[in-house]
């Protein structure tokens, strides 16, 4: 995937991956999954992450799936059923390997993604509102990811530029974008914020 060793070629490590994967190697789904990333497949994306919620417990992956609608129709009622629990505190989720404990990390990753489905619900009264707060919560935190509280950041940055649940304020936008790019890299930003160029 990354070149290390010899010339870089997802289509190879796809190949190998998916030998691992046949093999019963369930680990090998997380770096699939990161392949077709790469090749820009959704469907293939939404299937290898919806075999990770199954093998692995682990429900991130799939929630992305239905919140930016990768592979799949956006549905946010999913999003909150797979994580809503664990933005307000679970701290473990059950897999076939056994109980997974989860991190503060895993809280905040999940409040970043409530967030965004609250951004985007419009079925909800004062939906914006309700994705700033969560947003704040993840920027806030000092156990969030520097990546999860940069794309927090980025989104916040949106919501004060465009007035979206906050009297507009460039200048705070301006300075959110800032420390955004300092948490993330410039594809990072450009990447997640693609994925609201519908909403405004």
């Not at 939404?46 to 992305?64: D, R, S, V």
Request: with cysteine.
């Amino acid at each position: 995937i990354e070149g290390k060793g010899t010339s870089k070629d997802i289509n190879g490590a796809v190949e190998w991956l998916e030998k691992a994967r046949s093999n019963g190697y369930i680990y090998s789904l997380l770096g699939l999954l990161e392949c077709y990333r790469l090749l820009d497949n959704s469907s293939k994306r939404f299937i290898i992450a919806q075999e990770i919620k199954e093998k692995m417990g682990n429900p991130f992956h799939l929630a992305e799936c239905y919140l930016f609608g990768i592979g799949c129709k956006q549905n946010l009622s999913i999003v909150y059923n797979l994580l809503s629990e664990i933005a307000n505190g679970k701290v473990e989720f059950k897999s076939p390997q056994g109980t997974l404990r989860l991190t503060p990390a895993h809280r905040y990753a999940a409040q970043l993604y409530i967030g965004v489905a609250n951004y985007f619900d419009k079925n909800k009264t004062n939906h914006y509102e309700e994705a700033i707060r969560w947003l704040n919560s993840v920027i806030d935190s000092s156990e969030a990811i520097a990546t999860d509280r940069g794309k927090a950041m980025c989104l916040l940055q949106r919501c004060y530029r465009f007035g979206r649940g906050v009297k507009a304020d460039v200048a705070k936008a301006n300075d959110l974008e800032r420390e955004s790019k300092k948490m993330i890299s410039e594809d990072e930003y450009n990447e997640f914020l693609k994925h609201f160029e519908a909403s405004y």
